[in-house]
């Protein structure tokens, strides 16, 4: 697999101490994917009010994920990094390309999060019109990032940094 080179910028703020940040995956001049999040700084504001600001000036990703994981009861929580999507263009799926993107955004994320979430939602497939190819495509999803360590919780998918360190 050739290396791909990413490049950050910043989205539009979610209330400062937060960002919004996209990173875009490329070979040369060709896009590879893409990756979309929000990083929530607990320490500063509790996850409820998080959610509150997310419904309000957020798309609804990152506000279902803030949901998901405030229902969950997690404990401990101190600053998490939201992915609400990641997206490989189809030439270069099933080459490597999505689990190197996801793991390079982890590593640099790494020293200023505890935890990641994200929730495996299929692109392109939709339950209403095709439910049997929605929930294969939901098994793979699921499958591709508990491979990279992420477990279930409340229907989001949570990677905790801490017990990795």
Same mark, same amino acid.
């Given at each position: 697999?050739?290396?791909?080179?990413?490049?950050?910028?910043?989205?539009?703020?979610?209330?400062? !101490?937060?960002?919004?940040?996209?990173?875009?995956?490329?070979?040369?001049?060709?896009?590879?994917?893409?990756?979309?999040?929000?990083?929530?700084?607990?320490?500063?504001? !509790?996850?409820?009010?998080?959610?509150?600001?997310?419904?309000?000036?957020?798309?609804?990703?990152?506000?279902?994920?803030?949901?998901?994981?405030?229902?969950?009861?997690?404990?401990?929580?101190?600053?998490?990094?939201?992915?609400?999507?990641?997206?490989?263009?189809?030439?270069?799926?099933?080459?490597?390309?999505?689990?190197?993107?996801?793991?390079?955004?982890?590593?640099?994320?790494?020293?200023?999060?505890?935890?990641?979430?994200?929730?495996?939602?299929?692109?392109?497939?939709? !339950?209403?019109?095709?439910?049997?190819?929605?929930?294969?495509?939901?098994?793979?999803?699921?499958?591709?990032?508990?491979?990279?360590?992420?477990?279930?919780?409340?229907?989001?998918?949570?990677?905790?940094?801490?017990?990795?360190?």
């Amino acid at each position: 697999m050739t290396a791909m080179k990413l490049t950050y910028a910043r989205g539009r703020a979610l209330r400062a !101490p937060s960002a919004q940040l996209f990173v875009s995956a490329s070979l040369g001049t060709e896009t590879v994917g893409h990756a979309e999040m929000a990083v929530l700084h607990l320490q500063e504001r !509790p996850l409820a009010t998080w959610l509150r600001t997310l419904d309000s000036v957020a798309d609804g990703d990152f506000a279902g994920l803030a949901a998901g994981l405030l229902e969950s009861g997690r404990e401990g929580l101190s600053c998490v990094l939201l992915i609400s999507r990641m997206e490989i263009e189809e030439e270069f799926r099933g080459q490597g390309y999505g689990s190197a993107l996801l793991r390079e955004v982890i590593e640099r994320s790494r020293p200023y999060v505890n935890v990641v979430a994200l929730e495996a939602d299929p692109l392109g497939v939709d !339950p209403d019109d095709d439910a049997e190819a929605y929930e294969a495509a939901k098994r793979r999803l699921l499958g591709f990032y508990t491979r990279l360590g992420f477990t279930a919780e409340n229907d989001i998918l949570v990677l905790d940094l801490d017990s990795g360190r």
